[in-house]
């Protein structure tokens, strides 16, 4: 979610660290606004993704900013379709957490970025330190209850710095991280409502579901646990690992087809 005013989390850092290398892939791009910002450092850049829609809106998004971006059907999860070292920097924003097995496309991301690139890595941090997602999500358990609130389970996994750094290092990549916090003040419960429905999918599609006294319900709720207008502030905090890859990609379990 972004307010308009500043980039989405981790854009800073992500394009500080990949961004200027000649190729970079971008695991997950969903609509492409971080694959079209690092074209714009001067990378060439391809991404993937597994949804054909949010492909065909990268591919409009690229062609508008005239970005040297390219972007393919692909599984982050399944060998990828790439030869070893074909890139100079590997970058995931928001897309690991939902493997099964990170490590396994960590290393599959060794072996596809050449010795001595980056692989950057962000996820959410946990649940309890995003309050700007995990109150309006509660809000919606306690007024439709916990089934109409089970989306976005994967929220907040892998969300912890040294876990993440631990999980790049088993796969063959010595990494650093940092934790990347800072605040929302919507001015109102319902304008933060209405940027979740307008920005985050899950709520999208749970808001296209509701009644009007439902949505209202929610609204009043969610102003009950975050404040009244002029008082809300929430937390935002992502967690964002570098690692370098180092001569060979590091051996493991071989990948299933």
């Known amino acids: 979610m972004n307010d308009g005013r500043r980039p989405p989390p981790g854009f800073p850092e992500i394009l500080a660290a990949a961004g200027g290398a ?3 892939l971008d695991v997950g791009c969903g609509s492409g606004r971080l694959a079209v910002e690092l074209a714009g450092t001067g990378s060439a850049v391809t991404g993937i993704d597994v949804s054909e829609a949010r492909l065909a809106a990268a591919r409009e998004r690229a062609g508008r900013a005239g970005a040297d971006v390219r972007v393919l059907h692909a599984d982050m999860t399944a060998p990828l379709p790439f030869g070893d ?14 493997a099964a097995d990170p490590e396994a496309v960590l290393r599959e991301l060794a072996r596809v970025v050449a010795p001595g690139g980056c692989v950057v890595t962000a996820v959410w941090a946990r649940v309890e330190e995003n309050p700007w997602f995990a109150e309006p999500r509660a809000a919606v358990a306690a007024v ?5 609130a ?14 993440l750094v631990e999980l790049h290092r088993r796969a063959g990549l010595p990494a650093t991280g940092t934790v990347i916090r800072d605040e929302l003040r919507p001015p109102s419960a319902a304008d933060h409502w209405r940027d979740l429905t307008a920005t985050i999918g899950h709520f999208a599609r749970l808001a296209e579901t509701l009644s009007p006294a439902e949505e209202a319900a929610v609204g009043a709720e969610l ?6 207008a002029g008082s809300i502030r929430l ?11 180092e001569g060979a990609t590091a051996p493991g379990p071989p990948r299933r087809a």
């Open 223 to 228: 102003e009950r646990r975050i404040g009244p």
């Open 150 to 163: 089970a989306f976005a389970r994967v929220f907040g996994r892998l969300g912890d710095l040294d876990e």
């Open 144 to 148: 439709l209850g916990a089934e109409r």
């Open 235 to 245: 937390e935002r905090s992502l967690v964002l690992v570098t690692a370098r890859r």
């Open 85 to 98: 070292g074909a890139f100079a920097a590997a970058v995931s924003r928001l897309s690991l957490m939902i």
């Open 22 to 24: 000649a190729t970079v």
